[in-house]
């Protein structure tokens, strides 16, 4: 499989729930990162990874917590999320920071 | 403060017409800009870009203009087809932390 490929597509949660969104990536690339997309607001950068070293975390809560093994995989831990929070999470990797990216199509997560 | 500003949530555009979506930037510092593009259930792909040494970049159908003096730029699509129906996101990076800003995105329809 090639690209960027993101689990679940979607995700329905409760406020006191555990969940992971999963990104992986088959394309060589350094960086990798995680945006948020809610209704009429600019895609918001979350965290930043590259190669595997956490370089940004754009003052996201500590509800979300990133977790990247290594250059192809990244992954968002969610606990005791708020329903303000539901929105279109999406996964992106370049080969150089902030240069070239190839985004996931995305997970969709409600929280109920 | 929105770094990178999609004013016109929505444009309709008739199928053979031009479309011209807009993008305005406050960061004088940005050096290079992206518009992509993205539909329903997938995530953004990227369509075309522009160095700021550059006033023209033209890919086929697609050609986007930077005014930079106005902090401005633009992306002409002609002629549009029905397929072009999307969200069309403006993105600039550059400056101390080349981090890339997105806009909010303006969905554009063109109608058969």
């Known amino acids: 499989e090639t690209g960027v490929t993101q689990t679940p597509r979607h995700l329905v949660m409760g406020m006191t729930n555990k969940k992971s969104l999963k990104c992986e990536q088959h394309?060589?690339?350094?960086?990798m990162y995680w945006y948020k997309q809610s209704a009429k607001k600019p895609l918001e950068l979350m965290f930043v990874?590259?190669?595997?070293?956490?370089?940004e975390n754009n003052s996201v809560p500590s509800r979300f917590s990133p977790e990247c093994p290594n250059s192809s995989h990244l992954f968002l831990h969610l606990h005791t999320l708020q329903p303000e929070d539901s929105a279109l999470y999406l996964c992106?990797?370049?080969?150089?920071?902030?240069?070239?990216?190839?985004f996931g199509s995305g997970t969709r997560l409600t929280v109920v | 403060d929105q770094q990178v500003k999609q004013n016109s949530p929505s444009l309709s555009v008739q199928e053979g017409r031009i479309s011209i979506l807009n993008c305005d930037y406050t960061?004088?510092?940005?050096?290079?800009f992206l518009w992509y593009k993205k539909y329903p259930a997938e995530g953004p792909t990227f369509l075309i870009s522009?160095?700021?040494?550059?006033d023209k970049n033209e890919d086929g159908r697609f050609t986007v203009f930077l005014n930079k003096s106005a902090k401005h730029l633009s992306l002409h699509i002609v002629p549009s087809q029905p397929g072009d129906s999307a969200v069309y996101f403006c993105?600039?990076?550059?400056?101390?932390?080349?981090?890339?800003?997105f806009g909010t995105g303006t969905l554009l329809a063109v109608q058969p």
């Open positions: 992106a990797s370049s080969q150089e920071q902030y240069y070239g990216y190839t």
């Open positions: 394309l060589g690339h350094n960086a």
């Open positions: 990874y590259n190669f595997k070293e956490q370089t």
């Open positions: 960061n004088s510092m940005f050096d290079y």
């Open positions: 522009i160095s700021s040494i550059k």
């Open positions: 993105a600039a990076n550059g400056g101390a932390t080349n981090k890339l800003i």
